[in-house]
């Protein structure tokens, strides 16, 4: 069963948009973790977000935010006034525990593609 | 220093040949991980070294082989490969073993194809 699902598969928007990415988690810890990360077409993956499970507050960083939502197990990321240089994969991932360590799962990824 | 270096960037090798990819960083991390990432999927565990020691094997098969020499060296070993072995390679790594309760650094991967 897939534990993270990021349903849209590809995202396209115009520059200054503001665009949501979805994630839906699925996991019976107590104890977990919440990561986005960006991948651009460079092949890095570049850490955005890390959210426990204890820490409902939502985050905002420039233009971007997050919406921990427990009740309904999601992890939403919002892009405000999107820009060509957004463009990439973005990967939902969660942290649950695995004999002592905290490895994750990603979910299928969302590729954002933000027009001039 | 907040880098992970992977090299080489690219590689293409044949079916016969034995190669190895490289991973470095001078963070002081003591958990350093190997991932695959085939195209439009996500990363998918390989292995993971806590304190130089391989902790986790996601049953890779044995044409894999990973080796810690020390803290900040991790190399993966390839041998016998095969087309479908064809992939991003991502090494990555974390202050303590486990991605999920510290940041997690990854490098910019090796494209690997075997031909």
């Known amino acids: 069963a897939q534990k993270v699902t990021q349903a849209q598969t590809e995202i396209s928007v115009v520059e200054k948009e503001d665009v949501t990415l979805d994630c839906v988690y699925e996991t019976r810890d107590t104890t977990y973790y919440l990561f986005w990360y960006k991948q651009p077409p460079s092949g890095e993956l570049v850490f955005l977000i890390r959210r426990n499970s204890f820490d409902e507050q939502n985050e905002i960083s420039g233009r971007y935010s997050w919406n921990f939502q427990k009740s309904t197990s999601s992890f939403n990321f919002t892009i405000t006034a999107s820009q060509v240089v957004d463009s990439a994969v973005y990967f939902c991932a969660l942290s649950e525990a695995a004999g002592g360590s905290y490895i994750p799962t990603f979910g299928r990824g969302t590729s954002l593609i933000v027009h001039p | 220093d907040t880098e992970v270096t992977q090299t080489p960037k690219h590689l293409v090798m044949g079916m016969t040949n034995k190669k190895s990819l490289k991973c470095e960083q001078h963070?002081?991390?003591?958990?350093m991980y190997w991932y695959k990432q085939k195209a439009k999927k996500p990363p998918e565990l390989m292995f993971v070294y806590s304190y130089e020691k391989l902790s986790i094997n996601e049953s890779v098969p044995s044409r894999f082989s990973p080796e810690c020499p020390n803290s900040s060296l991790l190399n993966l070993h390839l041998h016998a490969l095969q087309p479908e072995d064809s992939a991003l390679y991502l090494c990555?790594?974390?202050?303590?073993?486990?991605?999920?309760?510290?940041?997690?650094?990854f490098g910019q991967g090796t494209r690997l194809t075997v031909v």
């Open positions: 990555a790594s974390s202050q303590g073993e486990g991605l999920g309760n510290t940041e997690a650094f």
């Open positions: 963070m002081g991390h003591r958990a």
